[in-house]
């Protein structure tokens, strides 16, 4: 028998940027990574700046913990691809061979953790566990070579198969392309009741007649969503699946939080978001209940294009103590009038009641803002004492991974500078320090 409910508070494992984080324009329709092709990152400033932004949300209360970035230059994944010799000489050879995937083999986008996994709470599965299912990220290379250590890292603090169970991710396949919970938000009308899972999907894996973008690729399938579903255990009553709108992938939105936000019973989204959005709309309301509101921004106030370059959608939404909602949004936010004037309207009527922006242009630059950044996940007492890992952003913590971050990170680096072998060494040697600070045991091939 399910146990049961009891009352889970929202915890944001955000993802820190790794040592390589840098412009290699790699994804496809995230237009923002297209603009910043070959320019010079910053990788201190970004690991910096998602760190000011745990810890300010953390001194107002909110639970707040860290994922780790991963080992790049996948070295591993090169040697694959037939480049042999020590590692400096593999690197060398894909820099001189192909740097296109010396640099995919790089790519520091671990740190959007919205993309890691799909996260069920124990009050809506079956078995009364939290679900994890890793994204396979099949859509693209760079971002597929994710999985293997998503999957140790989640199996390493989510360790106790009393509370939880960490799938293996879906074949990766096209048919089950799986981007993970930035294509997935959980409603529910209090912190006690069992939730609305919705699923966002672009496409489907085996129907062809479904409207598609022209521009733009779209990566989940409908496919991963139900699959998910089923192996996390989720009453069909209380899940809902929704396609987005062709024009908005169009747009730049490759994924839903481009476009949506939810917390509670709230949805905030543009109206273009998805297929038949007035009946996906009616379909919440009718599962969440009479608490469901919907905040639905007009093309006219907001246009596509505009909600894409703010990233104003890729915001958190986040509970205070009086039961009003926080935004938390990029900075570009506070730089757009339309946008501006946008919230201060919305903060006017509520539930949104505060806006709070952040510096995260480190990170934007590569298309990943507020909500690409946290992995959200809803956990009891009883589940959170069960964690053993150190991953819960203190304020001792916080100043450890400061000084790491200040020790360990290049505040420059170009493409060009992903075949350095000294890069690599530094990479694996911050990575190891940080597995002690966190509790993780040995989760990187390096390691083992």
């Known amino acids: 028998m399910k146990p049961v409910s009891v009352a889970a508070v929202e915890a944001n494992f955000d993802g820190l940027p790794g040592p390589t984080h840098n412009y290699s324009g790699l994804a496809a329709g995230n237009l923002a990574a297209e603009r910043h092709k070959s320019l010079a990152s910053n990788p201190r400033a970004a690991a910096l700046q998602g760190l000011a932004k745990m810890k300010a949300l953390a001194d107002r209360g909110f639970t707040q913990a860290v994922l780790p970035p991963h080992e790049r230059p996948d070295v591993g994944a090169l040697r694959a691809l037939g480049f042999d010799g020590t590692d400096a000489q593999v690197l060398a050879r894909a820099a001189r061979d192909a740097p296109q995937l010396l640099a995919a083999c790089s790519s520091a986008a671990a740190m959007w953790v919205a993309n890691a996994a799909t996260v069920s709470p124990s009050a809506d599965t079956a078995d009364g566990r939290l679900h994890f299912t890793p994204a396979n990220l099949a859509s693209h290379f760079h971002r597929a070579l994710e999985t293997p250590t998503t999957t140790r890292v989640l199996r390493a603090i989510f360790a106790d198969a009393r509370h939880f169970a960490v799938h293996d991710a879906l074949p990766a396949a096209q048919q089950f392309g799986d981007e993970g919970a930035a294509n997935h938000t959980r409603f529910a009308a209090d912190a006690a009741s069992a939730g609305i899972e919705f ?250």
């Not at 996390?232 to 809902?240: D, K, N, S, V």
């Not at 919907?294 to 703010?310: C, G, M, N, S």
């Not at 995260?360 to 992995?375: E, T």
């Not at 069960?386 to 200040?406: M, N, P, Q, R």
Request: hydrophobic share 45%; charged share 25%.
């Open 199 to 448: 699923f966002v999907y672009g496409r489907s894996g085996f129907d062809g007649s479904l409207p598609a973008p022209r521009r733009f690729a779209a990566r989940q399938t409908r496919e991963a969503a139900e699959a998910i579903a089923r192996r996390h255990g989720l009453a069909a009553e209380r899940t809902l699946y929704a396609q987005q709108n062709p024009d908005a992938i169009d747009a730049g939105v490759f994924h839903n939080d481009v476009i949506a936000v939810g917390s509670g019973p709230v949805l905030f989204c543009h109206e273009r978001a998805y297929v038949e959005q007035d009946a996906v709309l009616k379909a919440l309301a009718q599962r969440i209940g009479p608490s469901f509101r919907p905040i639905v921004v007009r093309e006219q106030e907001v246009d596509l294009d505009r909600a894409v370059a703010t990233y104003l959608f890729n915001s958190q939404l986040l509970e205070r103590t009086d039961g009003s909602l926080l935004l938390v949004a990029p900075l570009e936010c506070e730089e757009d009038p339309a946008v501006t004037a946008l919230l201060a309207r919305l903060v006017a009527e509520g539930p949104i009641r505060e806006v709070l922006t952040f510096d995260l242009r480190q990170s934007m630059r590569n298309g990943g803002g507020p909500a690409c950044l946290r992995l959200r996940i809803a956990m009891t007492p009883a589940e959170r004492q069960a964690i053993g890992a150190s991953v819960w952003l203190t304020d001792k913590l916080h100043a450890e991974l400061t000084a790491w971050v200040t020790a360990h990170y290049r505040d420059r680096l170009l493409p060009s500078d992903l075949g350095d072998p000294l890069l690599l060494d530094e990479g694996r040697r911050a990575l190891d320090e940080l597995t002690q600070l966190l509790g993780l045991g040995s989760v990187y091939p390096f390691q083992r």
